[in-house]
């Protein structure tokens, strides 16, 4: 992507890839079986007890790295969300997520990435093979969640790459269908809640751009929208676009993603830039009324890419996790 990169990768095994992907897949068996390490008993979220950074905290134990080992509990103890693989079944790991989750009254966070045409073949290229298909992924996704407690981030990106002119206008009447009917789609199960993505502030700078591509992709259906995800734009910048996109969509929700930016932005460098900082801790209580969550969508420590010295986007890459959660403030 032109400037933010997601991964569709929720897990790696220290840094192997278990997916066919340019970005590691999940193994459902990573994801069941233990109970959560949330620190907060009060948080509503559930935490992956067999993350890239849990299980890095194991082999850096067994290494001698304690002091290293100690401070990525930092993101190891905080939830964070799953990004089932497009070339698969998403069933499998979502099922075995939210059994977890739902043993501990605690909803389940995951992304839907697969649109067709996904990040106009850049560092995340791939996703459905046409809209058909499309439909089919969503339709077991969807079907996995059941009654879960279950929040959504829905394709990051695929709206804002309509505006900035990368999905070719051609083909934008199409994408904004399959937001829709996925948003549809999910909402029919009745405790998921649906954010779509609506990039960030350093991207498409007048918000007012992204209005009417939201209400063709079917916002109105959504629980809200979706701000910097994998990017590091400030809680304060955020929201405050957050605040107008939502005063422009009546009064819609949004959440925003605080995984990596405690530090900012490091100007001209959107991909795996040095000294970035581990953000506010996912929370639901944000004084915001219209600001639903902070949550931490980006898992912490997975690459954007091939770029400053990092591996393939979405592979786990413990030097730079370390360094987040180094340079955290809490």
Known sequence: ?????????????????????????????????????SPDPASPFWVDPASPAAQQIQLWQREGRTQDAELLKKIADEPAALWPAGEIDPAPVIKAATASANAEGRTALFVAYNIPHRDCGQHSAGGAADGDAYRAWIGKFADALADAKALVILEPDAVAHIVDGCTPAESAPEREQLLGEAIARLKQQPNTKVYLDAGNPAWIRDPRKLVDPLKRSGIAGADGFSLNVSNFQTDAATKKYGLQLSGDLDGKHFVIDSSRNGNGPLPGVWCNPPGRALGTHPTTDTGVPALDAYLWIKRPGESDGTCEGGPNAGQWWPEYALGLASNAQG
Not at 22 to 29: Q, T, Y
Request: hydrophobic share 55%; with cysteine.
């Open 1 to 37: 992507m032109s400037r933010l990169i997601h991964t569709l990768a929720a897990l790696a095994v220290l840094g192997l890839a278990a997916g066919c992907s340019s970005a590691p897949g999940v193994d459902e068996a990573s994801v069941a079986g233990a109970a959560s390490k």
